[in-house]
T-cell receptor, first 111, second 114 residues
Framework: QKEVEQDPGPLSVPEGAIVSLNCTYS??????FMWYRQYSRKGPELLMY????GNKEDGRFTAQVDKSSKYISLFIRDSQPSDSATYLC???????????FGTGTRLKVLA | GAGVSQSPRYKVAKRGQDVALRCDPI?????LFWYQQALGQGPEFLTY????????KSGLPSDRFFAERPEGSVSTLKIQRTQQEDSAVYLC????????????FGNGTRLTVT
């Protein structure tokens, strides 16, 4: 079993829908959580960076961390075709440089 | 402010050739990482530098892989005697601090070994 699990998709939604992307993890030491967006043939781009549990909002994006369930989510409101990309979660324990990435979820937003 | 720059963007090598991949991190970033990303997978850690010191090379797949960052800025990932299984995207990332700093990635070098 991998340390970080992420459904590879693809996930297809109509334009304007609310998208929910999720990762589960097994290491209770993880404290730092990131979401990246990766367009085809590009590098991952940092979207959200959160510490410990709770919610963080930035524009149309909300990151949610539930440490008791070892479950993190990224919500995208009013999804746009330009949101079509692969979304990667990444996480790390305290006082470490090492991040563990999920496999990524492919999202397609249909116009 | 420039981001992380990688070159070349694409590299085709015949099996057995040596290749060198370059990474120019964000100016002032202490930490530099190399990751390997296979098709449909997330990035897998290869190696980590703090300034010029290579603190962790535990992810390098074999002794054919070698990385350096001699002046604490630009880094080179070298692969000797390339094999087909080395075909992947090689991503470089940098971060301002050391522990738990968010990573900023370049666009990668796509290596194809024929």
């Amino acid at each position: 079993q991998k340390e970080v699990e992420q459904d590879p998709g693809p996930l297809s939604v109509p334009e304007g829908a609310i998208v929910s992307l999720n990762c589960t993890y097994s290491n209770s030491a993880f404290q730092y959580f990131m979401w990246y967006r990766q367009y085809s043939r590009k590098g991952p781009e940092l979207l959200m960076y959160t510490y410990s549990s709770g919610n963080k909002e930035d524009g149309r994006f909300t990151a949610q961390v539930d440490k008791s369930s070892k479950y993190i989510s990224l919500f995208i409101r009013d999804s746009q075709p330009s949101d079509s990309a692969t979304y990667l979660c990444a996480m790390s324990a305290e006082r470490t440089y090492k991040y563990i990435f999920g496999t990524g979820t492919r999202l397609k937003v249909l116009a | 402010g420039a981001g992380v720059s990688q070159s070349p963007r694409y590299k085709v090598a015949k099996r057995g050739q040596d290749v060198a991949l370059r990474c120019d991190p964000i100016s002032g970033h202490v930490s530099l990482f190399w990751y390997q990303q296979a098709l449909g997978q997330g990035p897998e850690f290869l190696t980590y530098f703090q300034n010029e010191a290579q603190l962790d090379k535990s992810g390098l797949p074999s002794d054919r892989f070698f990385a350096e960052r001699p002046e604490g800025s630009v880094s080179t990932l070298k692969i000797q005697r390339t094999q087909q299984e080395d075909s992947a995207v090689y991503l470089c990332a940098s971060s301002f601090g050391t522990d738990n700093s968010p990573l900023h990635f370049g666009n990668g070098t796509r290596l194809t070994v024929t």
